[in-house]
């Protein structure tokens, strides 16, 4: 067990929706990454939060955003979904910014979109 | 192209036996390189890390190795085992970027 939260574990909608991921770092990290991981494809980087502030983005769409809140969860939002945003999404979250620092992952979130 | 490349993109193995997975990167500089293991469905989980400066950690019956002059770096599995069935994803930190780099990963499976 990594301490990383994600929920909801599963997660089934259709074509045009929009959800909304949820992650709770380890306890005391202040950094938070989210991942797509596409079936049978490598993990991309969406975007890094450090304590509160966007530090990092990587090949994130515009229909998805995040946030990081003053408790030092985390959100990504997910909007007019297409059957392609299909995959598993995992947050990790280190102890400070730097992408040196390991990173601990999440057990992720499946998204299904139909 | 990607910064990291890895190989085989797969492979299979006999139980017991060892085998090596191999990593290639241009990332430069750069502070560390790891190797996680991923089972299917789960969240990555960290195998070894290793700065620049440094040739070998091992973890168990997993070793590996760096060398930054040629770029390059080695996963072994010895002895290897059911459970190691998994993907190897080797990861790069820039020094100059909060960015880090993935290799797509080697897919191993062990097989009784």
């Known amino acids: 067990d990594s301490g990383v939260t994600q929920t909801p574990k599963h997660l089934i909608t259709a074509t045009g929706q929009r959800v909304t991921l949820r992650c709770s770092p380890r306890?005391?990290?202040?950094?938070v990454y989210w991942y797509q991981q596409s079936l049978d494809q490598g993990l991309q980087f969406l975007i890094q939060?450090?304590?509160?502030?966007?530090?990092a983005k990587g090949n994130i769409l515009e229909r998805f955003s995040a946030q990081q809140f003053p408790d030092l969860h985390s959100e990504l939002n997910l909007s007019s979904l297409e059957l392609g945003d299909s995959a598993l999404y995992f947050c990790a979250s280190s102890g400070a910014s730097g992408g040196h620092n390991e990173q601990f992952f999440g057990p992720g979130t499946r998204l299904t979109v139909l | 192209k990607n910064q990291v490349e890895q190989s085989p993109q797969s492979l299979i193995i006999l139980e017991g036996k060892n085998c090596t997975l191999q990593?290639?990167?241009?990332?430069?500089?750069?502070?560390?390189l790891r190797w996680y293991k991923q089972d299917t469905g789960r969240g990555p989980v960290s195998l070894t890390i290793?700065?620049?400066?440094?040739n070998t950690k091992s973890n168990g019956r997993y070793t590996a190795t760096l060398d930054a002059d040629t770029k390059q770096s080695s996963l072994h599995i010895t002895a290897s085992q059911l459970s190691d069935s998994a993907s190897y994803i080797c990861v790069v930190s820039p020094t100059n970027d909060y960015k880090l780099s993935f290799g797509a990963g080697t897919t191993v499976t062990v097989r009784a």
């Open positions: 990593c290639n990167y241009t990332v430069s500089p750069f502070s560390n």
């Open positions: 306890s005391g990290d202040l950094s």
């Open positions: 290793m700065t620049f400066s440094e």
């Open positions: 939060y450090y304590n509160g502030e966007e530090r």
